[in-house]
Antibody
Framework: EVQLVQSGAEVKKPGESLKISCKGSGYSFTSYWIGWVRQLPGKGLEWMGIIYPGDSHTRYRPSFQGQVTISVDKSISTAFLQWSSLRASDTAIYYC??????????WGQGTLVTVSS | DIQMTQSPSSLSASVGDRVTITCRASQSINIYLNWYQQKPGKAPKLLIFAASSLQSGVPSRFSGSGSGTDFTLTLSSLQPEDFATYYCQQSYSTPYTFGQGTNLEIK
């Protein structure tokens, strides 16, 4: 069974760093892109970027380039999304999802990130 | 970036109704169009990929059509579990943008 399991909810202060994770199982992790999607409170879905675990090739949405880092550790079948300095505007739910062909067919359960002083 | 525009933004319907949601791309995306369903507090779920291909396990009352810039998602006979928010997404070129969503509510 394909599963993507994300790390738990986080509460951080502005300026702090954070790294959240997404562990894949039940399939060949290095053969499928992993995407990250943001959902601001009460809002729609925003595609942030994708990474290919096989070679760590990454593509970012321009508005997220330099604001977050997407990475992967294929030895533990895990993708990561990290911030070096969080802002209140980063408060959102973050989803990872497997890209199969041209669609996101399996999704993680989401990680709620709350940034507040 | 390719802009995706859904209409309507919200829709009220009754169980048994036939419902159509449209999605328009700002440029041609061939058939690189996906549809997702999201229920409150849950992750999105893939319904349709490549404009008209039904994802495994999705009921056949869901169907998609279109190519180029104009696409539709049709629910042939609404069931209680279909009341949710629906998103289209283009996967023609990165960034793979989503539409703003269509909130389907019970009338």
């Amino acid at each position: 069974e394909v599963q993507l399991v994300q790390s738990g909810a986080e509460v951080k202060k502005p300026g702090e760093s954070l790294k959240i994770s997404c562990k894949g199982s039940g399939y060949s992790f290095t053969s499928y892109w992993i995407g990250w999607v943001r959902q601001l409170p009460g809002k729609g879905l925003e595609w942030m970027g994708i990474i290919y675990p096989g070679d760590s090739h990454t593509r970012y949405r321009p508005s997220f380039q330099g604001q977050v880092t997407i990475s992967v550790d294929k030895s533990i079948s895990t993708a990561f999304l990290q911030w070096s300095s969080l802002r209140a505007s980063d408060t959102a739910i973050y989803y990872c999802a497997r890209q199969n062909g041209e669609s996101l067919d399996y999704w993680g359960q989401g990680t709620l990130v709350t940034v507040s002083s | 970036d390719i802009q995706m525009t859904q209409s309507p933004s919200s829709l009220s319907a009754s169980v048994g109704d036939r419902v159509t949601i449209t999605c328009r791309a700002s440029q041609s995306i061939n058939i690189y169009l996906n549809w997702y369903q999201q229920k409150p507090g849950k992750a999105p779920k893939l319904l349709i990929f490549a404009a008209s291909s039904l994802q495994s396990g999705v009921p056949s009352r869901f169907s998609g059509s279109g190519s180029g810039t104009d696409f539709t998602l049709t629910l042939s006979s609404l069931q209680p579990e279909d009341f949710a928010t629906y998103y289209c997404q283009q996967s023609y070129s990165t960034p793979y943008t989503f539409g703003q969503g269509t909130n389907l509510e019970i009338k």
